[in-house]
C-alpha cells in the first residue's frame, strides 16, 4: 500500500513494493523460439499484455545460458510490446553480458516460484511459458485463499469487486459471493464463479487453461475471456445479457449457455 | 467514544459539501458537538456553505504545521451550539495535508470531547480524498442519479475498502449510500437512475435520497446549511438523515407515490 508521504518536501519517494506481473519462464536458449513462442502468446489477449511488465526466468535453462544472446532476447521482447524489467535465475558466468544487454539481474522470489511443469494445454510447447507470479496488486481486494488441495487454490471473495479493483486467482478457481463493478477485473488460472451480476472484465484461465469456465448470476461483462480468447459483450449477440450464464470454449469460441 | 465520518462520492459536485454542512449541522441540532473538516485545501467551499467564510483566522493547514492551535482554528457556529467548522486553507494545495499531521488534529478532537468528526473530502482520489478518508470509522458515499457518479462512487467504494486505515488493520469502514439531486418525475420519464438501479449497481445500505429542489442553491448561497431550511424537501430529507444514521427508523420519503411503495416492500423492515 503506498501513502503520501509525511514529509511533503522531498520530491520522491523511494520504496519496495511488490507488484503484478508476468514471469516469462524460459525452456530453451533460442531467442527465436522464445519469441515465436511468446508473440503466440501475446496474440491470444493483446489488450491483456499491451506494454505489460515481464519478468525472465532462466531457472530451466540455467546450466546453458552462454549460448543465450541476451541482447536479442532484450531487443525481441521489447518489439513485442512487452516491457522487459529484470531477469533472474541467471548464472554467474553469464552476469557480464546479462547487463551489457541491459537486464536488470532480480533475485529469485522463492524456491516454490520455480519451474513449474506444462501442464496446461496451451497451444505452443515451444518453449515458452507465461505464468503470473509475486502478485500483490495494490487496489485489489482482500481475499483468503482456502482449500489448497491438489495443487489448487481456491480464492473467496466475500464483498462486490469495485470498479478500479482487479482480483487475480493463481493456480486456482476464483469465487466472487457478491457482483462485479463496471471497471473492475477479476482473472483465474482457472474458473470464476460469481454469485452476482459480472459488469467489468472477467478472465478465465489466463494460464492457457482451455477447460476454465465463467458462471455468472448475470451476464452484463463489458469483457469475458477464456485462455486468451476474448470477445466483447456488446459484440456477442446473445440472448442471455443480464440472465443466469456459463461460458465456456469451444475451439476459438466462446460459447454462452444459460445456467441449469 | 467519537466517531470520524468521511462524507465522499470520487466525482466532483455531487453534493459533499452541501451534505457535509447539513449533515453535522443536523447531529450538532441533536446535542452532540460535532466539527466538519473542509479537506479540500486549494478549493475550500465549507466556510462558504457555513456562511462562515468572513470568520476565518486560521485553518486546517496552519494546524497541521503548528502555526496556529486547534482551538484557535475552529469556528464557532452561531446558529447551532456544538458545532464548529475547521476551514481549509485557499492559498494551499492538497500536498500540505501529511498523514502525521491529519493524524493528529483527529486526535487532539478527539480529546477535545467532539463525539462526531465529519470529514468533508474533495472530488478525485488522490490524495486530499485520500486523507480524508483514511482515519475514517464510517462512510458517506453521496451518489448523483448518473452512470457516472455512480461508477466513481463504486472505485471510492473499492479504495475505502484497501487503503484505509480501517483496512489496513484488517476491518473495514461501515458504509452509508446517500443519493442526492434525485427526482422521482424524471426517473420516471427513464432520464435519470432509479434508487433501485443504483443499489443494484453499489450494493451498500441506502442512508437516504435528497430530492432535488432549489433550496439546495439558495441555501448554498445565503451560507446557511440547507437542513436548516426545515420547510424544503431536502432539508427535511436530511432531517430524515441524521435521524436514520443515529439508529431511528424512518420511512424514506419524497420517492414519489410508486416507489415509495416499492421501497416499502425493500426497506420495509
Known sequence: ?260 | MSKVIVITSGKGGVGKTTTSAAFATGLASKGYKTVVIDFDVGLRNLDLIMGVERRVVYDFVNVINGEAGLRQSLIKDKRVDNLYVLPASQTRDKDALSMKGVESVINELKQDGFDYIVCDSPAGIEKGAFMALYFADEAIVVTNPEVSSVRDSDRILGILQSKSRKAEEGGSIKEHLLITRYSPKRVEDGEMLSVEDILDILAIPLLGVIPESESVLQASNQGNPVILETKSTAGQAYEDIVDRFLGETVEHRFLDVEKQGFLKRLFGK
Not at chain 1, 530451466?60 to 532476447?73: Q, R
Not at chain 1, 469451444?250 to 454462452?256: A, F, H, P, Y
Open chain 1, 1 to 260: 500500500m503506498s501513502h503520501p508521504s509525511t514529509d511533503s518536501v522531498s520530491p520522491i519517494d523511494l520504496k519496495g513494493e511488490m507488484n503484478m506481473q508476468n514471469i516469462l519462464h524460459i525452456h530453451s536458449t533460442e531467442v527465436r523460439d522464445i519469441l515465436h513462442a511468446l508473440a503466440a502468446k501475446r496474440d491470444e489477449a493483446p489488450p491483456f499484455f499491451l506494454r505489460s511488465p515481464i519478468t525472465v526466468d532462466c531457472k530451466a535453462v540455467e546450466s546453458e545460458l552462454e549460448a543465450l544472446d541476451f541482447t536479442a532476447l532484450i531487443e525481441g521482447i521489447k518489439a513485442l510490446s512487452f516491457v522487459p524489467v529484470g531477469i533472474r535465475n541467471v548464472s554467474d558466468d553469464v552476469v557480464e553480458s546479462v547487463t551489457k544487454a541491459g537486464w536488470a539481474i532480480l533475485r529469485d522470489s522463492k524456491a516454490k516460484k520455480a519451474v513449474k511443469p506444462t501442464s496446461t494445454e496451451s497451444t505452443d510447447n515451444t518453449g515458452v511459458q507465461a505464468s503470473s507470479g509475486d502478485n500483490t496488486d495494490n487496489d485489489s481486494a482482500e481475499s483468503e485463499p482456502m482449500n489448497e488441495s491438489l495443487g489448487n487454490r481456491v480464492m473467496v471473495i466475500n464483498r462486490p469487486v469495485r470498479s478500479g479493483q482487479q482480483v487475480y486467482s493463481p493456480n486456482g478457481d476464483i469465487v466472487v459471493l457478491s457482483q462485479t463493478g463496471a471497471g473492475s477485473e477479476v482473472l483465474a488460472d482457472g474458473s470464476v464463479h460469481v454469485y452476482g451480476n459480472i459488469a467489468g472484465r472477467v478472465l478465465a484461465g489466463v494460464n492457457g487453461d482451455r477447460s476454465a469456465r465463467i458462471f455468472c448470476q448475470g451476464l452484463e461483462a463489458e469483457l469475458i475471456a477464456i485462455a486468451g480468447h476474448y470477445q466483447l459483450l456488446d459484440e456477442i449477440d446473445t440472448p442471455l445479457k443480464g440472465q443466469p450464464a456459463m461460458i465456456s470454449l469451444d475451439g476459438d469460441k466462446l460459447v454462452i449457455e444459460p445456467m441449469i
